[in-house]
């Protein structure tokens, strides 16, 4: 059992190029979420998912993507990368239980734009 | 605005004491709250759960506490290992659904030998 796994690990972009990043969790959740996190603030929902096929946005969803094919992935997407992207990504995934979801979180992705 | 402060930012003790973080919000309404530990370079791990009519939860040497009148929330650490090193985040969500956690910046916590 992996839990939530993120590839690639580090990336480095040049400001204008594209790069996908790739969560899959083998813990069969409904819901799926990116977020990011920047020095002294807390993690930042940019998009999530409540189900294969449906996306939403979420708190900071400019300049990016998403797309669940399937249940067990979550895809983010740059198409244009700006130094402003640069960020640690985390992917989580949960239940549908009414009463906890219990979020669990994927080791992050290190991204620098320069 | 919903928002989350903790503090301290960061905080030094020596192995084997105790210490306490804190964290205040002003999310409404209010559903839970929940602390996380997140080592350095790892996604963040679950510590405890609380909704508004529980005022204290432990995990092992982890104690959670919820005073939802004054809408502070206190999580101490007893005992301090090396081990225990690492960001705790509060989050504080107006209910179940993830995509309306709010997420405090986080306390650093070095425990040194």
């Known amino acids: 059992n992996a839990g939530v796994t993120q590839t690639p690990k580090f990336r480095v972009l040049k400001t204008g190029q594209s790069m996908t990043l790739l969560c899959a969790q083998d813990m069969n959740h409904e819901y799926m979420y990116w977020y990011r996190q920047d020095p002294g603030m807390g993690l930042r929902l940019i998009h999530y998912s409540v189900g294969e096929g449906t996306t939403a946005k979420g708190e900071v969803p400019d300049g990016y993507n998403v797309s669940r094919l399937k249940k067990q992935n979550f895809l983010l997407g740059l198409e244009s990368a700006a130094p402003s992207q640069t960020s640690v990504y985390f992917c989580a995934s949960s239940t549908r239980d009414r009463v906890f979801d219990e979020q669990y979180f994927g080791p992050g992705t290190r991204l620098t734009v320069t | 605005k919903n928002q989350v402060e903790q503090s301290p930012q960061s905080l030094i003790i020596l192995e084997g004491k105790n210490c306490t973080l804190q964290?205040?919000?002003?999310?409404?309404?209010?559903?839970?709250l929940r602390w996380y530990k997140q080592d350095t370079g790892r996604g963040p791990v679950s510590l405890t759960i609380m909704t508004f009519s529980e005022n204290t939860k432990s995990n092992g040497r982890y104690t959670a506490t919820l005073d939802a009148d004054t809408k502070q929330s206190s999580l101490h650490i007893t005992a301090s290992q090396l081990s225990d090193s690492a960001s705790y985040i509060c989050?504080?969500?107006?209910?179940?659904?993830?995509?309306?956690?709010?997420f405090g910046p986080g306390t650093r916590l070095s425990v040194l030998p």
């Open positions: 989050v504080v969500s107006g209910d179940n659904y993830g995509q309306n956690f709010v």
């Open positions: 964290c205040n919000y002003t999310v409404s309404p209010f559903s839970n």
